[in-house]
């Protein structure tokens, strides 16, 4: 359930981030744009949630490349540098412009990357997912 996990980790961050209660953003991406820069440890400590997500994704791309049920036409840690790149583009984008479709838009083409294309307005996650661990942070 590799692919699934990712859609799902997409799905989640979207979701929350379309939701009818205000949020203020993510801290995540506030801290690494506003006090990261300025404070080394600051910097450390987003450095190391970063990684963790980048890891998420890493791992989860390789067990579906070597499942065969994700593309192997670019590398793991390439891709998931391009989806954690995606996921901070949507928690920034989300603060101007939460609407869904706009959010699911931005990750459909890099989730498109993973094999198979889903058609522009398609769920970005199966009505059901099977349990895979999702990295907390960004979540």
Partial sequence: APRQAIQAYFAEII???TCTRPTRGCMLVHCALEVAPHDPEFRRI???ELDEIE???CRTLRAGQQAGV???RHSAPDMARLLLGVVLGIRVLAGTRPQKE???GVARPALALLGEAAPAGAALMPAEIPPFSL???MI
């Fill in 70 to 72: 994700i593309a192997a």
């Fill in 55 to 57: 890891g998420f994704f």
């Fill in 102 to 104: 706009f959010l699911e």
């Fill in 135 to 137: 990295p907390p942070a």
């Fill in 46 to 48: 987003v450095a190391r």
């Fill in 15 to 17: 979701g929350r981030a």
